[in-house]
């Protein structure tokens, strides 16, 4: 039974030779795909069919991949649930009757299910590593600039990398091999420093030596049978050969509030093309041009996403831009700071990616804020653009646990090969 | 104007500039789409310049480089860092419903040009210039064909990524003439470096501020406080297209503004838009709240660290001191050295005749004989480039003695420029080659031998004897003989 992972199914070929020849991929309907829709979930992108292909997906493509279906998301993003998405909610694969996580809920979906190999999702706050997480599944958020974002819709500009889902973190790894590099398309990708062999090759499961720090901050007040998978989770790698420790984050209480105000303020200023008249959604109420607009954004947009606009817009506002947007700024920078001191005494860092296991469809949409606090966990790396990886940890109660090592800025291999040791 | 002469009582204009131009890159600033312009709408276009979902913007590196000619030109600081921010506003030939710009670390800071207005010069202080995208273009249809009263309109983004350096003045204009000068003077610059090209439609969009204050608030050194400043209500003149159209503007807007202080009534703070076929600047909007933009870091486009370009990159000698250098080394009178050097292309062109014959010759046949020609068929010197070579042909034959200069002006020059033959082709054709010497002077005796009434006139005193002797010469010569020689040589075989 389909666990409506696909917001539209199709099948684009790829190259004969390569990498990813024989493999199916799902891709994240926020990742422009050329003659194929994009939505973004939304109301406001139903019809919109890109002419131009996302760099990632030209990579997939000449890297033999096949693409099978644009999947299903949060609206542009905006969401932990993938509840907020007009084509409908995605079942758990993992866990029946529960949310997949989000936004990437799609896409994690499709390979929990087994309907994709691998899949495409992006992350801003947490929305590859909250699905991996959710449906038992692999997940990683590159470092930022090291995937293009050419052809990503953009929610929060900032914040957020293109990453990959699949089965193994060994598969994961090859996929992230196929998208990372730099793209003349996009400015703020970078050429990642030298590494030893290729991403996938990383994962072999060597953490002998290795020093894992656990930042307290990041159990604090998490569900326990989360804790227990993560400890246990912590065991393993001990027993492995790598060395534990306690270590302190004291900005990240403050990063849930910073990143919101981060990705509101630039979602207000990203989602603002969509007017009706290039493009997208248009109402067919007449008036000048400005109700035309308003119009267009009223009927295209659902809650989540006005709500996000407005406050963003609020945020950014003469007289209050000072005491948030600037204030949340200044936040992300000492956010950055905790991480790179950390990264002097340990090699990566572990937490329980989502402080909660999954939620019921339906149960969470009434109370935003606490969904943005379960984001917890994960905000934080996106603020100091570092890259983490989601691994299934086992379970609480028969439902899906996460963990997530976090490393320094371009450590991919090191997260990589620290979760190839589970 | 000067501090002397202004008292409590007196009303003092006071305007300040924005100055838009397009800069001439081959294509746009943030995309690889031609900036050419083209009649068929929406066609220079791609996902970056109409700003489609997860289209990116990549800065054009040759924008940047003719801002950091400007910056140089105007002697401006360009900072270590340099930012673009997004300047948050919905308007339908806005793609993207935000415009990326510069704010708080424009790439020129503090700048200067100088002017001179009825031979006097002053210095303008710019405050900053800054590179940004243009929007598109709106037609408004049907209807009155106005902006509130078309039945429809149509956006065309051709224009949309354009790259345009926005140049802000300080409030140091005190009257409309100078504001003119200023940016006749500013377009000289640009076109110099080669970075604008005053011929495109639309290249240049003024705005300007204009105010009125007391005498009393100017200080010695003719500067007025900032608190009288913020304290006098000034408007914003928008949509002007030229340094002509802006001391129109201006001055009707000075005029306006006067009559209502004169006669007890309150200036309004607002927006007014110059109709230049009226000649009247129109109310737009009144007592608008001041806009905002909410603007904030553009985090697509990296920090911009070019400060080093300006050693780099080298700009041409400018007009100002060109002319100061041609006064100087070709012994030029003032009028001279300003038309020889209204554009780098006349300029450059004088220096390479000035050089191999006499600077006064060649001044004349640039500044007078070749721009009057060229000013009378509406032509400007980039028009006849590839005739260049000609014209310093024919000044050549002038220089050579070998024609008339009234033959090289009226037949030779004209011929060039209007049949687009070759100088010695036309000189072959119409017979004006000068005459030999032997020849002319066999002409002069047998005009005497053959005019014994005119040569009996002359002896006996009559002033026109010797012109008659002069016409039969030269009818003799087929026009080609000096008329001077021929006097000369008349009156030493008469004595």
């Known amino acids: 039974m389909s666990v409506n992972a696909f917001i539209t199914e199709t099948e684009l070929e790829g190259t004969d030779e390569g990498p990813l020849s024989g493999r199916t991929v799902a891709v994240k309907d926020n990742i422009s795909t050329a003659g194929v829709r994009t939505t973004c979930g939304s109301k406001m992108l139903a019809e919109y069919v890109p002419p131009y292909d996302a760099t990632v997906v030209e990579r997939l493509k000449a890297a033999g991949a096949t693409i099978v279906g644009k999947t299903n998301m949060d609206e542009f993003g905006m969401g932990t649930t993938t509840e907020t998405s007009h084509f409908g909610s995605t079942d758990n694969p993992a866990a029946p009757g529960h949310v997949p996580g989000g936004s990437s809920g799609g896409s994690a979906a499709a390979v929990a299910a087994g309907e994709a190999d691998l899949a495409l999702g992006s992350d801003t706050g947490g929305s590859i590593r909250c699905p991996a997480a959710f449906c038992g599944v692999v997940g990683i958020k590159p470092t930022y600039g090291l995937v293009s974002r050419y052809g990503l819709v953009a929610y929060g500009n900032s914040l957020e990398q293109i990453g990959p889902f699949a089965q193994t973190v060994e598969d994961a790894a090859a996929l992230l091999d196929v998208i990372a590099g730099p793209d003349e398309r996009d400015a703020t990708t970078r050429e990642a420093p030298d590494g030893e062999g290729t991403y996938a090759d990383a994962a072999d499961g060597d953490v002998d030596g290795l020093s894992v720090g656990i930042p307290t901050e990041l159990l604090e007040g998490a569900d326990q049978g989360v804790i227990d998978a993560f400890e246990e989770t912590v065991e393993t790698l001990e027993s492995a050969g790598a060395t534990t420790r306690e270590v302190c984050l004291p900005s990240v209480g403050h990063a849930v509030s910073a990143y919101y105000v981060i990705a509101m303020s630039e979602a207000s200023s990203n989602l603002a093309r969509f007017d009706g008249v290039r493009y997208g959604h248009s109402s067919d109420a007449g008036g000048n041009w400005n109700d035309a607009f308003g119009r267009t954004r009223a009927e295209g947009f659902g809650d989540e996403v006005k709500r996000r606009i407005l406050l963003g817009t609020y945020a950014l506002s003469a007289g209050y831009h000072d005491k948030y947007y600037k204030k949340a700024q200044d936040a992300r920078a000492w956010v950055t700071r905790d991480f790179d001191e950390a990264f002097d005494e340990v090699d990566v860092l572990a937490s329980p990616t989502m402080p909660v296991p999954p939620f019921e469809l339906g149960e969470s949409l009434d109370d935003p804020l606490q969904l943005y606090l379960a984001d917890a966990n994960t905000v934080p790396v996106n603020l100091a653009n570092l890259p983490a990886i989601s691994v299934p940890a086992g379970e609480t109660n028969g439902l899906p646990v996460g963990v997530q090592f976090i490393g320094p800025a371009f450590g991919e291999r090191r997260i990589v090969r620290t979760a190839s040791a589970l | ?495």
């Open chain 2, 1 to 495: 104007m000067t501090a002397q002469t202004v008292q409590r009582g007196d009303l003092v204009t006071v305007i300040g500039l924005e100055v838009h131009v397009q800069l001439e890159t081959e294509t746009k600033i943030f995309c690889g789409c031609p900036t050419a312009q083209t009649d068929e709408p929406n066609t220079n276009v791609c996902p970056v310049c109409l700003g489609l979902p997860g289209a990116l913007p990549v800065l054009n590196e040759t924008a940047v480089e003719a801002a950091v000619k400007i910056g140089k030109a105007i002697d401006a600081s360009i900072p270590e860092e340099t930012r673009f921010h997004r300047k948050n506003y919905y308007y339908p030939d806005l793609p993207k419903n935000f415009q990326i710009t510069q704010y708080d670390e424009p790439i020129c800071q503090d700048g200067e040009l100088e002017i001179a207005v009825e031979g006097e010069r002053r210095t303008i202080t710019i405050e900053r210039a800054h590179l940004e995208e243009d929007p598109g273009s709106l037609q408004h249809v049907g209807g009155g064909g106005g902006i509130d009263t078309a039945e429809y309109t149509l956006v065309n983004y051709n224009r949309a990524g354009v790259p345009l350096m926005e140049i802000v003045t300080a409030p140091d204009f005190r009257t409309a003439a100078e504001a003119r000068a200023f940016l006749a003077e500013l377009e000289e610059v640009l076109e110099y470096l080669g970075v604008f090209d005053a011929g495109r439609d639309g290249s240049l969009r003024v705005d300007a501020n204009l105010s009125i204050v007391d005498g009393e608030e100017v200080d010695d050194e003719g500067r007025i406080g900032t608190e009288a400043l913020e304290a006098a209500n000034r408007t914003e003149v928008k949509n002007i297209s030229s340094h002509k159209g802006a001391e129109k503007a201006l001055a009707y807007e000075e005029t306006r503004q006067r009559n209502a202080i004169q006669r007890g009534r309150v200036v309004e703070q607002e927006t007014r838009h110059w109709d230049e076929s009226r000649g009247i600047t129109v109310s737009m909007r009144s007592k608008e709240a001041e806009k905002d933009y909410r603007y904030f870091r553009e985090a697509d486009l990296p920090p911009l660290r070019v400060s080093h370009w300006k050693d780099e990159i080298p700009i041409p000698e400018l007009p100002t001191a060109r002319r100061e250098r041609f006064r100087e080394e070709y012994a030029l009178g003032e009028e001279a050295a300003s038309k020889l050097t209204s554009t780098k292309q006349v300029a450059d062109f004088y220096e390479d005749v000035a050089r191999e014959f006499d600077p006064d010759l060649a001044a004349t046949w640039v500044a007078d004989e070749l721009l009057g020609e060229l000013n009378y068929r509406d032509l400007e010197i980039t028009d006849v480039a590839g005739r260049l070579d000609a014209v310093h042909r024919l000044i050549e034959l002038v220089d050579g003695d070998e024609i008339t200069a009234k033959n090289a002006r009226e037949v030779v020059l004209r011929g060039m420029l209007d049949d687009g033959d070759d100088p010695d082709e036309i000189v072959e054709r119409e017979g004006l080659g000068k005459t030999g010497a032997d020849e002319v002077e066999q002409a002069v005796l047998e005009a005497i031998e053959e005019n014994p009434e005119a040569v009996a006139d002359h002896e006996a005193g009559e002033a026109g004897a010797i012109n008659f002797l002069v016409g039969q010469v030269m009818a003799k010569t087929g026009g080609s003989a000096d008329p001077g020689d021929v006097n000369g040589l008349l009156r030493e075989e008469l004595e």
